[in-house]
């Protein structure tokens, strides 16, 4: 029987960052994987979700693909590290569980991988997010606000990505985009769920050389479109400015429609 929750062995946050950069090791498939898992609520998805967002084929089903990719890279993991993996009762090996917690979603009945702590960290600290980076946003670091109490001060020369500030304001705001309230959930059913990315209201020149980030008053979640209009304007636009630039249904299809008229008179 397969086990309920699985918490395995795994290496430090500098080791990850070491992996992540070794190209013998670790390939653009294995950092594509992960950065879709980051994009997801608390870093956790189920395989079959990360099939159907890599491949873009909903008629590909089963997690298969992923599995296999996350073993052989598990396989040439342990090859340079003195890790080993754990076995289920059955004598089968859990390659997953150097890179993943996992356990079964009451559910769903979907098995679920959330990624390690030590390799969030290591993902935030090189840029392998695979969310956008605007530069006119500031990092967020682990602050006073933050259940453990940590306190740290910022400079805003630094671009880094805190999952614990983030699980924070979507907790609060939910994953719905603060903008056009899109939710993917409700667009994609389990696909979507929790996917969402995270805007930062405030922007470097409105702040000094130190600053300490609140998740829930300081971020906000926002879907990849609306996350990159706001940034289409230095500075940014607020999230009132861009809920008065979209344009009315009826007003948006009939530019749509003028447009590709034009465009079709062009090519008589």
Known sequence: MREEYHEGTTLNQFEWIEVLHDRTITTKK?????????????????????????????ERKGPGPI???????GKRLV??????????????????????????DNVTKLFIWKIK??????????????????????????QNFLPEGIKRIITVNTYERNSKARQKCIEYWKAICSVCHFNFEKKYGELGKGFIHVHHLIPISEIGQTYQVDPINDLRPVCPNCHSMLHRKNPPLTIDELKERIREPHSSQMSFYNEQKNITERHK
């Open 67 to 73: 599995n296999l990719e996350m073993g052989n890279w």
């Open 117 to 142: 702590k030590e390799l969030v960290l290591a993902l935030e600290e090189v840029g392998l997010t695979g969310e956008e980076q605007f530069p006119e946003e500031i990092p967020i670091e682990g």
């Open 30 to 58: 294995d950092i594509l994987i992960l950065q879709v898992m980051y994009s997801f609520e608390e870093h956790k998805a189920s395989a079959s979700q990360i099939e159907l967002i890599i491949s873009g084929n909903s």
């Open 79 to 104: 090859k340079k590290y003195p890790v080993r993996f754990t076995k289920r009762e059955d004598g089968t090996e859990r390659k997953w569980d150097i890179f993943f917690d996992g356990w079964t």
